[in-house]
């Protein structure tokens, strides 16, 4: 089957890819912020980090020096 195939084929793709090295960032939120963040990021499926990572790069956009 050709979608077996793909799906296959782009698995193993994303294995072949080094591995980026991430360091843990830990901190504590309100709970009822959490639930809104992690909410948001799966409704427009995200994960929480790159939700993170693209509200940190629009903060950085928009706070020029």
């Not at 077996?4 to 084929?9: G, H, N, Q």
């Not at 709970?31 to 990572?53: C, I, N, Q, W």
Request: charged content about 30%.
């Amino acid at each position: 089957n050709n979608e077996i195939r793909v799906w296959y084929c782009r698995c193993n793709m994303a294995k072949k890819q080094p591995k980026m090295q991430l360091k843990p960032l830990n901190f504590k939120v309100d709970p009822v912020f959490h639930r809104a963040f992690k909410t948001y990021a799966a409704s427009h499926g995200l994960s929480m980090r790159d939700l993170l990572e693209q509200g940190f790069k629009l903060v950085k956009a928009q706070r020029r020096p």
